[in-house]
């Protein structure tokens, strides 16, 4: 059977990341999980933009753990950088056994002109990436289980 003790969980405070945080939430129950909730912020050098920056994070990170993700252990950090590559860095470094993040849904436009974030991760990931769907809403529970996962693999040595 398949044991995700480690969730790396990046976090932008968006509302697709609040919804992503109930099956954060529901697969770190489901297998003990401790989960790494990750916030990145993106300025360059060391400022005090960045130390407020920080400080809004923390709190914003504080009210996440509390409100969606209670009943888990959840260990926060916080990084600067280009986000794609912060959270690259950890699933490398961290031995994560799975990524959990949220598509932003921006479309093939705006993607291919910024490029997006879930896109690199999941093309560079050397773990399982969970990804939500792009619904402009989020179900009505809040109580999510995980039921049926669904796996789509190449027959690759990745897979």
């Not at 993700?69 to 926060?76: G, N, T």
Request: glycine share 6%; net charge negative; aromatic share 8%.
């Amino acid at each position: 059977m398949i044991m995700f003790s480690k969730i790396l969980f990046p976090v932008d405070f968006s509302d697709r990341c609040e919804e992503a945080a109930h099956a954060v939430r529901a697969m770190a129950v489901q297998f003990q999980s401790e989960v790494t909730a990750l916030h990145v912020v993106e300025v360059a050098s060391a400022n005090s933009e960045y130390e407020s920056l920080i400080a809004r994070a923390g709190e914003k990170m504080d009210q996440l753990v509390t409100r969606e993700l209670r009943d888990c252990v959840v260990v926060p950090y916080f990084e600067r950088g280009d986000p794609a590559q912060v959270i690259l860095s950890y699933v490398r470094n961290g031995h994560f056994d799975l990524v959990m993040m949220p598509t932003h849904g921006y479309g093939p436009f705006r993607r291919f002109l910024l490029g997006s974030v879930t896109a690199k991760i999941l093309h560079d990931a050397t773990c399982p990436v969970w990804t939500s769907t792009h619904l402009e809403t989020s179900s009505a529970t809040r109580n999510v289980s995980i039921q049926r996962v669904l796996g789509a693999v190449d027959f690759g040595s990745r897979s």
